[in-house]
Structures are given as C-alpha cells and as structure tokens.
C-alpha cells in the first residue's frame, strides 16, 4: 500500500510546492525546519521546529512519517542516514554526499562518463596559484561546500587578476578551481527515477541567469536533437550510478558543436523545472512524490511552449502586471520580506501556437 505521511527536510519554497503536490495525491506532510512559520509549513500537515540534525527531531520525524525526502542539498549527510536506518529516505544519502562537495561530484559526473569543466582541488594558497597557473591566469574558484546562487565564488579572467588573499578571502576552506567552458548557452534537464528503476526525463531547459540567480527558463531551448539525447543519456547515467529515486536536476554547458559539460547537480527538484507545473500534466513537484511513493511515474511530455521568470526581491512589484495577461501561472511562495537576491515567487507564461 502506498505511504500516506511524506517527511520533508527543509521549509522553503520547494518543499512547500513539495507539500502541496502531495496533498493533491491525498498524502499528509510533515516538515523539518528550524524557522517557525517557514513557506512549506503553510501548506503542511505539520511543523517539527529545529534543526536539521537534532537527533530528537529526527526520531520524531521518523515515527511520523512512511518516508523522508528533502528539499535542498545541504541537509547534513548523517542525518539522513540516521533516518534511513528507520525510513526510507528517497533521494538516497550517498546522493547528498556527491552534491554536497563540489570535487567530489565532478569526479562522480566524470565516472559517470559525463563530462565536465577541467579542474584542480585547491587547499592553499600555493595550490591556488599553481592551478591558476595551469588555466592560463583564468577560471572560477569556489568553495567546494556551500555557497549557491553565485555565493562563495571568485572568477580570474586573466594572469592580470592577482589571486593574492584569494584563498584567505573565501575563508581558508577547501577550494575547486574549475576552467573556463565556452559555451553558447546553459541548458538543464529534470529528470525522475522510480523505485523500480524506470526513468522520465523532461525536455531541457534554456537558462539564463542574472547576477548569480536563475533569471529565466525558457522552453524549448534552442538546442538540436542530438544535444537533448545527450543531456537525457546524462540523466539515466546519473540516476542510475546512485540508484537514485526522486526527481534530480543537472545543469549544462552547451558548446557550439551541441556536445554538453556538465555544471552541477541538485538531488531534489529544482528551480528551472518550475515551468512543469504550468506546461506538463505531471509537474517535477508531482513527479517527485509519484517516484518516492512507490507510484507509476507520469508522463513528463510538455503540452505548450512557456517561458518561466523568477521574481527576485523587488520583482515581487510586478505580480498585478503578471496577473493582468493571459496564459500566465503566478505562484508566491509565502515569504514575509522581499530582500535583495530572495527568490519570492515565479511566474510561467504559456506561449500557445496562433489560431
């Protein structure tokens, strides 16, 4: 019999559209979240308010709940192995500790046979000049763990950017430092494995970002055929490697001969599949709760062109002008301040073929 509580780690506004997916498929949520009144919360079950790793919560989640999920990447490993010795929990933990580490998941990708920007592991200074060095003066140094949305990163664009402090500067943490990758557009795929081992993909997405943040995603991407059988091959790889169950979004470059490089992986659903919701029958959110129930995956076959946008900070001014045109899904995710780089909501606009 199918589960009928889901355990979600993480409060925002994945795990709200998480929750409200479910509901849809008559499961009840309960969320793990340190802050009170967090977006998943309001569409919710329930709340247990504290941290992600405290061992009480996580008993507590666990007696709730038939299966545990999460949200976002970061959630600490062992916690989900302390609740996978009492619960499923889907994705798997070895999924999160790829992730997790920028190097540990390029070397993952490149064993995969995917390929990926060049690189060096960097843990000091010295280290840092040396393979600064090897790209001519030029890449993008991160920090392997943390950071997202353009955080925790420095880029050398020539031997005349002088890496001096660099290391100090992002905080004397382990580095990676990747190559430059020319490509003509960034593209993602989402993809989705069932505990049986079937897998859906949807069709990629064109990207755009802007300022480090997911700008807009926009559908059908301008790739050819070839291109988007191998961002789908990619997946399958990938999902099976993990013996992955949920839905996972991988992030590309496309070079100007259509082969792809592999940017990053998100063991969760993710920001440039929000356009499932308004232009698929079956969203990624749906998809996601399909896949770690135990249920028949659905068809991820898009019934419209759409452009997705994300309303960032003070974008959140532009909802009654959305409102006002036609074909357009507007979702809000419930957050009480509209901060500068703070995703507030996203909008998808259908793009229907002329009569």
Not at 246 to 258: K, Q, S
Request: with cysteine.
């Amino acid at each position: 019999m199918s589960a009928r509580t889901i355990g979600i780690i993480g409060g925002g506004q994945l795990g709200r559209m998480l929750a409200m997916a479910a509901a849809r498929l008559n499961f009840r949520t309960v969320i793990l979240e340190p802050q009170a009144d967090c977006p998943a919360a309001q569409v919710a079950n329930s709340q247990i308010t504290a941290p992600y790793g405290d061992p009480v919560a996580l008993a507590q989640l666990a007696a709730a709940c038939d299966i545990v999920t999460y949200e976002f990447e970061n959630v600490p490993v062992e916690a989900a192995a302390i609740l996978a010795r009492n619960v499923p929990v889907y994705p798997p933990p070895r999924a999160l500790e790829v992730a997790q580490d920028r190097l540990t998941e390029k070397r993952f990708l490149n064993d995969c046979g995917i390929p990926t920007a060049r690189f060096h592991a960097v843990d000091s200074q010295a280290e840092l000049e040396r393979a600064l060095a090897d790209f001519a003066g030029q890449g993008v140094l991160k920090t392997r763990r943390l950071g997202y949305d353009g955080k925790g990163q420095r880029v050398f664009r020539s031997m005349t950017d002088s890496p001096q402090g660099a290391f100090a500067a992002l905080g004397n943490v382990p580095l990676i430092l990747e190559s430059f990758v020319p490509f003509e557009r960034e593209i993602s795929i989402i993809a989705a494995r069932a505990i049986d081992g079937s897998v859906e993909t949807y069709d990629p997405a064109e990207n755009v970002h802007r300022d480090g943040i997911l700008d807009t995603s926009t559908l059908p991407a301008r790739i050819g055929e070839a291109t988007i059988g191998a961002a789908r091959e990619s997946a399958r790889k990938l999902l099976a490697a993990l013996h992955y169950v949920g839905v996972v979004g991988i992030e590309f470059f496309v070079l100007p001969d259509g082969s792809l490089v592999a940017n990053e992986i998100a063991p969760r659903v993710h920001n440039s599949g929000h356009w499932t919701e308004a232009a698929c029958v079956v969203s990624q959110f749906e998809q996601h709760i399909r896949a770690i129930a135990g249920m028949p995956l659905g068809s991820p076959a898009r019934h419209s062109d759409c452009a997705m946008t994300n309303l960032i900070g003070d974008d959140l001014d532009d909802v009654p002008a959305w409102l006002a045109k036609p074909d357009v899904l507007v979702h809000l995710y419930g957050k009480t301040e509209a901060r500068p780089g703070r995703k507030m909501g996203h909008v998808t606009e259908l793009m229907r073929p002329e009569r």
